[in-house]
């Protein structure tokens, strides 16, 4: 692959990588600073990444080891990581808005309160489409605790979310 | 349940063979819990889609995109629109990455000065002298034994024209604009003593695939690419 063609392909992942690192770190700064390191160790070694697999995959494997090594210490301040602007003027909004907005806190708060690995195990399965033999790679986990984090991380969402409809 | 709810996860999320879905399929259908179930998973999974749908909508920081596109280019290349996209910058993070480009641009532009196939214009490097001849005259489909060598012409998105050429002191990218031919990836040519500039190796297919990235459509075929001789390359 041409490097041009690799860093267009790396420009269109990049909403989704700045997602997962929110995911990772739950807190907006930190996660744009995983960003810029995965960017910068993905342009680094794109060569050894092998064409016949997903880029995502790959870029999302480098950015979560890179996380890991910075030592997850590092966050402990567990901010919630919907956006800012959430928490304005919900006085202003319809019902329909105010409920719509206390459920899209309800699924920041049921997020935050897994622990991380089922947390991103959730994130990669169930929002980023990953199968499970790719989300178990760039875990760096064997497929048995993937989907036994993946059960009990749903668990907890479904019984978190049930109890708040 | 008669099912486990790894199975159920499993069947929700698609992971299971025929065999195996069926069997859930059929507890579910004897059983409403493992039916509910099944729906429950269905929703949280919608819920958390919907609710994350939003975030890879957000724009990124244009200094991300910036540095990707510029470290895009391998060490002997350098984009002259990252090069005014430089210019207009200021300072970002990316300053490191932004020094190194320099440092080849420079070394490249005192080899390409020697030899004068290329002028400074207003918005970068023009072809000059046998260059500019050369890409407003020859045709990739007739030049034997020309000393440089057109290995196609193509239309970038806007619709400029432009042809990559290879020959001794330059290889590269070339769009036509008002102010002539102007250079869009430059690279040091096949030497001389190399030879036969048909056997030059790598670096041609780099500069292929480079125009590969930027062509909107085919290559022009050899009527397409005379007619467009005649049009004076619009």
């Known amino acids: ?29 930190d996660a744009d600073d995983l960003c810029q390191m995965t960017i910068e160790r993905a342009l680094k070694s794109w060569q050894q990444w092998q064409g016949g697999s997903r880029l995502d995959a790959w870029v999302f494997r480098i950015m979560r080891n890179i996380w890991i090594d910075e030592g997850r210490a590092r966050t402990r301040r567990k901010q919630t990581f919907a956006p800012e602007a959430d928490g304005d003027a ?3 909004r319809g019902d329909a808005a105010i409920e719509a907005h206390a459920e899209r806190g309800n699924v920041d708060r049921a997020m935050a309160r897994l622990p991380a690995d089922q947390r991103e195990a959730v994130m990669l399965v169930l929002v980023e489409g990953f199968a499970y ?33 | 349940m008669t099912v486990t709810a790894e199975q159920i996860a499993a069947f929700v999320d698609d992971e299971l063979d ?30 958390l889609r919907a609710h994350f749908a939003p975030m890879a909508d957000l724009p990124v920081p244009q200094d991300w995109v910036d540095t990707i596109r510029q470290a895009r280019a391998d060490p002997v290349v350098t984009s002259l629109d990252a090069m005014r996209a430089r210019r207009s910058w200021g300072r970002g993070w990316a300053g490191a990455a932004m020094a190194a480009s320099l440092v080849i641009g420079v070394g490249i532009g005192a080899q390409l000065h020697r030899d004068g196939p290329l002028v400074a214009g207003p918005g970068g490097l023009i072809a000059a002298g046998d260059l500019a001849r050369t890409l407003d005259r020859q045709l990739a489909s007739a030049q034997d034994g020309a000393p440089i060598r057109i290995l196609g012409t193509f239309r970038r998105q806007g619709g400029d024209l432009c042809r990559v050429f290879a020959g001794a002191v ?35 297919g780099d500069l292929m695939a480079a125009a590969q990235a930027m062509a909107t459509g085919d290559p022009l075929d050899a009527d397409h690419e005379r007619t467009a001789r005649e049009h004076g390359w619009q």
């Open chain 1, 1 to 29: 692959m041409h490097p041009a063609v690799f860093g267009e392909e790396l420009v269109t992942l990049l909403p989704r990588m700045r997602r997962f690192a929110r995911s990772l770190t739950r807190d907006a700064t």
């Open chain 1, 90 to 92: 919900v006085g202003d």
């Open chain 1, 133 to 165: 033999k790719e989300a178990a790679e760039i875990l760096g986990c064997p497929m048995g605790t993937l989907t036994s984090r993946l059960v009990r991380g749903r668990e907890a969402l479904l019984r978190e979310l049930g109890e708040a409809r």
């Open chain 2, 18 to 47: 025929a065999t195996a879905r069926a069997q859930v399929a059929e507890a579910a259908l004897r059983d409403p819990a493992i039916a509910a179930r099944i729906a429950a998973e269905r929703d949280l999974r919608e819920t």
């Open chain 2, 170 to 204: 330059a290889s590269g990218i070339a769009c036509h604009g008002h102010a002539g031919w102007q250079m869009e990836q430059v690279r040091p040519g096949v030497a001389p003593e190399r030879g036969a500039y048909a056997q030059a190796g790598s670096g041609e």
